[in-house]
Each structure stands twice: as C-alpha cells, then as structure tokens.
C-alpha cells in the first residue's frame, strides 16, 4: 500500500514514496522539481511509479500550486489531499493565535520532530528549526503543546536586501569568520549568526518556560550550513515535513476504507 508524501516550498516541490503511510515506511523513491518546472513530474519521474494507494501534502505556495499538482495525479486514480494546522494532531497541540493560520509545514515538521524525539527517550521540550528560503523557530513543551515560534529571512533573502538597499554593496560568496575582516565574509557571517542567535534566543526562553533542558532538532535545505555556528546541541535531520507526513497519514489513512 504505497504512500506518496508531497512537500511544497517556497522554491521547490519534493516528493517520496513509501512502501506504507506509517512511520518507519521504506523509501521506495524520491525527488525534487523546482515549482516553475511541476508540468514535467506526470510524463517524468512520477510515469514509472507504481500507482500510490494515497497521497498527503504540505504546501505554502497557494492553492494554484495545489492544482498543479493535482493535475499532474491524473495519471493515477489518487486524491490529492492536503494538510491543514488544526488545533490539536497527532499528539501536538496547537498554541497559535489563530491554528488554521500556522504554515502547514510548520505545523507537519513539528508534529515530526516531537515523535522523532519520542522515538530516542522521554519527553522533554523541543526546539524545532527550519533552514530554508525563510527560518523558523519552533518551541514545543515536554507535553507537545507548541507554545511559539520565529519567522526570520533565509540567507538568500538577508543579502538581496542588503544588496538592494545599500549603495554600492554587492553580495558575492563568503565565509563565515569568527572576525570577519572583508565584506565578503561580514555579509556571511552576519547572517548565519543572526539565524543562530534566534535559536539561541529561542532555547534560553523555553529553557526558563519549563525549567528543563530542550532537545533541538534543525532540518530544511540549508540546515548544514548552520551546523558549524550553533551554540545548542542539535540533531540535523533531512526532512522533518515527511516525518511529519507520514505520522499523519498513519492515523487519518488508517480510518478510511481499503
């Protein structure tokens, strides 16, 4: 019973098959297409899968995204369903303000880490950390209730606006320096410190909130990049949305009829 779990981001679509629609599932197959390039999946890497027996998503790209891709689920007999922050799944509590305005795939890459975490040892709190086109700063206590989080820019979007608002600056590749002696790499540096000092924020706030150590857990295309410039412990996992998926889909699957 074949699973095909979908995550939309900002840039990219990836996509895995799984043998199952639960947690542990073998990884059958797998890629990416940038979203300019979603027509090419159904007569591409998608015409030599077997037929999945369902499909869950997590998009942030927009309802037209979603009938892309529906459209491009023609060629099999599959409903394309989607995932929407509710207040309370797969064991996590939603705090938000307003839950159904949380992005999915924060919500989906939470409700992965926390049974991710499960998975190692007791439960403790969680700091939850997506290194993409955008950063976010998840905080989740020891029972699973997402308290808050941060939204920051990616490296990407940090020095396109230094380069379009600042005369004369213009943003080649540099490194990351403790002393950063050239432009280069001031620009560099400054941005990877300014994402792991919001991490670092984040963990002395949930520290002080529940008088316990959290766990840490980063994910997201960019999330190696950061590796060298934490401060916290922290586990870098690939893909903490198909985690995520795959926990949902264990349990919303398993009520519908084979």
């Known amino acids: 019973m074949t699973f095909l779990a979908i995550d939309v981001g900002n840039t990219r679509l990836k996509w895995a098959l799984f043998d199952a629609a639960q947690p542990g599932a073998g990884l059958l197959a797998h890629g990416a297409e940038f979203l300019d390039h979603i027509e090419r999946l159904a007569e591409g890497p998608w015409s030599h899968l077997p037929a999945p027996r369902h499909m869950l ?55 992965g880490a926390r049974h991710r975490l499960l998975a190692q040892g007791p439960a403790r709190p969680l700091i939850v950390v997506m290194v993409g086109t955008a950063v976010t700063v998840e905080a989740l206590d020891a029972e699973g209730r997402f308290l808050g989080g941060l939204i920051l820019p990616g490296h990407g979007i940090m020095l396109r606006a230094l380069e379009s608002g600042t005369a004369g600056l213009h943003v080649p590749t540099g490194e990351v320096r403790l002393f950063p002696s050239n432009t280069s790499d001031a ?67 398993a009520e519908l009829p084979v």
Not at 203 to 221: F, I, K, N, S
């Open 187 to 253: 620009l560099t540096s400054g941005g990877t410190y300014a994402i792991a000092g919001a991490v670092e924020r984040m963990y002395q706030h949930l520290r002080q909130h529940c008088g316990q150590e959290p766990a840490c857990m980063m994910t997201g295309g960019a999330g190696w990049k950061m590796a060298p410039s934490m401060t916290r412990p922290f586990e870098l996992v690939e893909n903490l949305i198909f985690d995520g998926l795959l926990e949902i889909a264990a349990r919303r699957f």
């Open 57 to 111: 998503g997590c998009v942030v790209a927009g309802d037209a995204v979603k009938r892309r891709v529906a459209e491009q689920m023609e060629l099999w007999d599959v409903p394309a369903r989607w995932v929407v922050p509710s207040a309370q799944e797969a064991g996590v509590i939603n705090g938000y303000d307003h839950p159904t305005r949380l992005g999915a795939d924060r919500w989906v890459a939470m409700i």
